[in-house]
Every structure is written in structure tokens, then in C-alpha cells.
């Protein structure tokens, strides 16, 4: 099982891949300012995130059952838990640069 290397751009573009509508291409590496909604992108990561976790219970249950391999469990685990962390730290900018933006005098 070929493992890929996790980054912002790869969980957005995952995310697009996972939604309704089709993946867009993005210019160099950032989404463009047209091509969807900012709601549409967070749901996306989010179900992105949801996917990973379910992926590692089943690998999980398989490696309980002995029908899936000790590795394959572990990649699982460690892939869904580093796409977690990634959303958290995302979460805790979009805190930041709005807590930043209220606190700015008119």
C-alpha cells in the first residue's frame, strides 16, 4: 500500500475529490478565489477526517479479527491521526485570525 505524504494542498484537493462536485485545479498550490465555497472546503476536510478515522477502525477490526495485517493497521492509525492533527491546527489558525480581526479598533 503506497503511502502519501500529508500536506494542506493534498487535504484540500482529497476533499474536493470527495465532495459532489469535481476536483478543480488549483494554482500553485492554493484554491482559487472562485471555485467554490469556504463552507464547501471545510466540509470537505471535515468528511476527509471522518474518512481517515473510519478507515483505521476497519483496519483495526481486520488486524482483531486476523484477516489484516499489524502495518497496515498502524499506517492507518498514524495517516488518520496526522490528518486530525492537520484539521486542529487549521481550526486553531481560523480561531486565531478571527479572535485577531474582532479585536481590531475601527
Not at 13 to 40: I, K, M, N, W
Amino acid at each position: 500500500m503506497p503511502i502519501d505524504p500529508v500536506s494542506t494542498s493534498s487535504v484540500l484537493v482529497g476533499a474536493r475529490r470527495a465532495g459532489s462536485r469535481p476536483a478543480e485545479p488549483a494554482a500553485g498550490g492554493a484554491a482559487e478565489a472562485g471555485s467554490g465555497s469556504f463552507t464547501d472546503s471545510l466540509v470537505g476536510v471535515l468528511a476527509k477526517v471522518d474518512r481517515t478515522a473510519g478507515e483505521a477502525n476497519d483496519a483495526i477490526a481486520n488486524m482483531v479479527r486476523g484477516t489484516g495485517d499489524v502495518h497496515e493497521a498502524m499506517i492507518a492509525l498514524q495517516r488518520a491521526e496526522s490528518t486530525l492533527q492537520l484539521t486542529v491546527q487549521v481550526r486553531n489558525k481560523l480561531v486565531q485570525a478571527y479572535q485577531d480581526i474582532m479585536r481590531m479598533p475601527i
